[in-house]
T-cell receptor, first 113, second 115 residues
Framework: GENVEQHPSTLSVQEGDSAVIKCTYS??????FPWYKQELGKGPQLIID?????GEKKDQRIAVTLNKTAKHFSLHITETQPEDSAVYFC????????????FGRGTSLIVHP | SAVISQKPSRDICQRGTSLTIQCQVD?????MFWYRQQPGQSLTLIAT?????????ESGFVIDKFPISRPNLTFSTLTVSNMSPEDSSIYLC????????????FGEGSRLTVL
């Protein structure tokens, strides 16, 4: 089955800095890579996703890149703000197949004002 | 989007007892899932709740410990049976609305503490 590794487990940055979270996956059949943000006391919420036919996707201050050859994908947050502080999960799944995602272990992002 | 209501939001339970968590969705969905999130850990899929049939459990999870009901397309329950302190965790209900988006919607979770 799919295995998703996520690093770092904790990331501490100053407000305004950039943050990068990296994930690798094992199943070359995976074609859908979502990122979820979980704020304290809440369930995870999708913030951005990317499909295997795209190398990069941006949405305002967040971007995701995908390298299918190397089987890794990354989340980039620019101009971080205190409200970006949360736990971020990457995931990989195969849409059209067994599409239930496999999640990484999460990254706790702390943005210091 | 999907609005998912879970209850209880938190509970403190005694060892050996059982607790049922309810999940209500604001619209009909085909796929409903139950996840466990242990402190500082990732989201682990317990089972897929199938409407009108038995749930599909992931490796390491069994029906006797985590019985699941899915009486209709908007509601499901997860029971944590014969609880031990190791069952202390956040339990999350999730749905896939279908279509091409792939997005999962999650409830806010039920935080269980077993003494």
């Amino acid at each position: 089955g799919e295995n998703v590794e996520q690093h770092p487990s904790t990331l501490s940055v100053q407000e305004g800095d950039s943050a990068v979270i990296k994930c690798t996956y094992s199943d070359s059949a995976s074609n859908y890579f979502p990122w979820y943000k979980q704020e304290l006391g809440k369930g995870p919420q999708l913030i951005i996703d990317i499909r295997s036919n795209v190398g990069e996707k941006k949405d305002q201050r967040i971007a995701v890149t995908l390298n299918k050859t190397a089987k890794h994908f990354s989340l980039h947050i620019t101009e971080t703000q205190p409200e970006d502080s949360a736990v971020y999960f990457c995931a990989a799944s195969t849409r059209g197949g067994s599409y239930i995602p496999t999640f990484g272990r999460g990254t706790s992002l702390i943005v210091h004002p | 989007s999907a609005v998912i209501s879970q209850k209880p939001s938190r509970d403190i339970c005694q060892r050996g007892t059982s607790l049922t968590i309810q999940c209500q969705v604001d619209s009909q969905v085909t796929m409903m899932f139950w996840y466990r999130q242990q402190p500082g850990q990732s989201l682990t899929l317990i089972a897929t709740a199938n409407q009108g049939s038995e749930a599909t459990y992931e490796s390491g999870f069994v029906i006797d410990k985590f019985p699941i009901s899915r009486p209709n397309l908007t509601f499901s329950t997860l029971t944590v049976s014969n609880m031990s302190p190791e069952d202390s965790s956040i339990y999350l209900c999730s749905v896939d609305r279908g279509g091409d988006t792939g997005e999962l919607f999650f409830g806010e979770g039920s935080r269980l503490t077993v003494l």
